[in-house]
């Protein structure tokens, strides 16, 4: 009844049947594009997984909170954009591209479905300044600024000569309503490794390891087997870049950052120690500290010639395919489409389920740079003029090829794993010309967003990673899965 009786006019009245820990934190807009769309601000005493992923059909977003003077004695900019930017679909590459003209020193930003543009910037940005001298609206998109404070979904765990890590269990809830049977899948069985019964086995959604070479750190990094692909006769893992970045980093490894890292780490299980296989291949060679560098945060392990007991079981349970350029630019980013591939006993008939465990709730873009060009950028405040002897082109062709896009989604709680999510597949769901159900891979879990913008000095290692468990988390992001994978690697 209230997808029917919910208008702008009457809204509030539905606040007393919400929970009355966050219903004065609400607020319903009509978004250019996205129609109704809630936003939540919560206090820092709301319990964040109790804010639901919809109210009355319409999509919830939560911010990152940002607290600097909204208004000063100078009038700012008019809106420089000539049109209204649609919210709910992957911006164009000229939007991108003006975005980072106009706002010179943003190192990306997150476009919400609520209408909202959140800029990132850099440590010591003058935000009086911006609020003076720069738009506060963009293309009808209300502008503010926050730091940047993503946190990679990796985990840590201390190193044992007996480990008895195993895979995360599912929430009772996604257990109850997951069904046992293992799907098809696109590869031929008769080319997959025999079958086994180690207890060692890895799965779609098993934590592994990564372990470098003499390191001495007591903790190990580890994340999930995203999928298995197959090329040129070869399998290969999918996980996320910067498990490995994070362990070269603990290990003050000499390798990294540098062209050759990739050949200072090894895979293994995160269920006994065993060894999967070397890396192959990274989708982010100029990777340093997370997120600098990375454009897809995807490297690929070469388990081609790994025990085939350890790796046989590791099959995607449902038909799937790459999302395509074109069908990442079709995103409509207010609908429930998308789900997380993160267990084997998915089913087809159990889609249109898994099309309410998330909630999408717009798009993030950042810039490839390097940690030096960071840190020459940190000298200069919002207000200098840019050097006219930049090196750096701002046409749009220049900018698609030195930013990173990413999908952001809320997580139903009663779907969410504990424990490291980096490398989880995330999909958007469709219904083929035969009426087959399809997956559509679009990218790997790679980032959470707090609500709060906490700095991030003294917080390595371990006390770092559990910020994520303090339950403030505003949404995830996955970043779009690199061309080249999509084009040379089939979805086993």
């Known amino acids: 009844m209230w997808e029917q009786d919910l208008q702008l006019n009457n809204w509030k009245t539905f606040l007393p049947h919400l929970p009355e820990d966050f219903r004065d934190q609400l607020d319903l807009r ?121 946190i990679p979904t990796a985990e840590t765990s201390a190193e044992s000569s007996n480990s008895t890590s195993t895979v995360q269990p599912a929430s009772p809830t996604q257990t109850q309503r997951y069904a046992s049977t293992i799907g098809s899948s696109r590869t031929n069985i008769s080319q997959r490794p025999n079958q086994g019964s180690s207890p060692t086995k890895l799965e779609l959604g098993s934590l592994v390891q990564a372990k470098v070479e003499k390191s001495k750190a007591t903790e190990r ?74 454009l897809h945060d995807v490297s690929l392990v070469n388990v081609t010639y790994a025990p085939m007991h350890l790796v046989s079981g590791i099959k995607a349970p449902l038909p799937a395919e790459w999302l395509s350029q074109a069908g990442w630019s079709k995103i409509k980013y207010t609908t429930q489409t998308l789900f997380l591939l993160d267990s084997p006993q998915i089913q087809s008939k159990s889609i249109g389920i898994l099309g309410s465990q998330c909630q999408m709730v717009g798009q993030g873009i950042f810039r490839l740079h390097s940690q030096l060009e960071k840190k020459a950028r940190f ?53 083929s010309e035969d009426k087959l159900e399809v997956v559509k891979i679009a990218g790997f879990s790679s980032f959470a967003q707090q609500v709060s913008d906490v700095q991030r000095f003294d917080m390595e290692g371990k006390k770092f990673y559990n910020r994520l468990e303090e339950g403030r988390v505003a949404f995830y992001g996955a970043l779009q899965a690199p061309e080249k994978l999509r084009d040379e690697h089939a979805i086993a």
């Open 30 to 150: 009509e978004v250019f594009g996205s129609g109704l769309v809630w936003t939540c601000t919560p206090s820092d005493s709301t319990p964040i997984d109790e804010i639901p992923l919809t109210i009355a059909g319409r999509p919830v977003v939560i911010p990152v909170e940002y607290r600097y003077p909204l208004m000063s004695a100078t009038t700012p900019p008019p809106d420089p954009h000539p049109h209204f930017i649609d919210p709910s679909i992957t911006i164009d590459e000229a939007t991108v591209n003006d975005i980072f003209n106009t706002f010179e020193k943003a190192l990306g930003f997150y476009l919400f479905i609520n209408g909202m543009l959140q800029v990132i910037v850099p440590d010591g940005f003058d935000f009086q300044y911006a609020v003076s001298h720069r738009p506060n609206e963009f293309g009808g998109l209300k502008v503010s600024y926050i730091n940047q404070d993503m």
């Open 221 to 294: 990094f580890q994340g999930k087997i995203g999928v298995m692909t197959t090329s040129n006769d070869g399998y290969f893992l999918v996980i996320s870049s910067h498990v490995l970045t994070q362990a070269l980093t603990a290990a003050k490894s000499d390798a990294f950052p540098g062209n050759e890292w990739v050949n200072s780490v090894t895979i293994i299980s995160g269920n006994g120690g065993k060894e999967i296989g070397k890396v192959s291949e990274t989708f982010d060679p100029q990777a340093r500290t997370f997120p600098h560098g990375f």
């Open 379 to 431: 000298k200069f405040s919002f207000g200098h003029k840019r050097s006219n002897s930049a090196s750096v082109s701002t046409t749009p062709e220049t900018w698609t090829s030195l930013v990173s896009r990413s999908v952001l989604y809320r997580v139903d709680p009663d779907f969410r794993t504990p424990g490291a999510q980096s490398g989880t597949a995330v999909c958007v769901h469709e219904e």
